[in-house]
């Protein structure tokens, strides 16, 4: 019985390709503290949402985050048409992951829920 589908293994390596690209290739200080938690590929891989975090997590630098991330998405693009081998390199959609951030939000209201 096989385990992964395709697009998992695609979402693989396009994660790997953009981390080592947004450390090695893009010189925007916008995006210099981004990391690439996970990436979902549509069924048809024609479009790749991104999901990354920030090591500074205010709103401000959340925005700053997408904004130089969007700016940067044909540089990354073309990048991933030379690291992954395609047929057709997938649309980049980046996302701002807030799980953890929501996690840790849950944390506190089930600890103050246990000290009462």
Known sequence: ???WKRTDRIASLIKDALSEMLVL??????VHDAVVTHVRVSGDLSIARVYVRSIVSDEQSRGELLTG???????LRSGL????KLFRVPELQFFYDDQEDEAAR???ILEELSRR
């Open 1 to 3: 019985m096989r385990t």
């Open 69 to 75: 991330l969007e700016a940067a998405g044909g540089f």
């Open 81 to 84: 048409a030379h690291r992954v």
């Open 25 to 30: 290739d893009v010189s925007d200080p916008r």
């Open 106 to 108: 849950l944390d506190a």
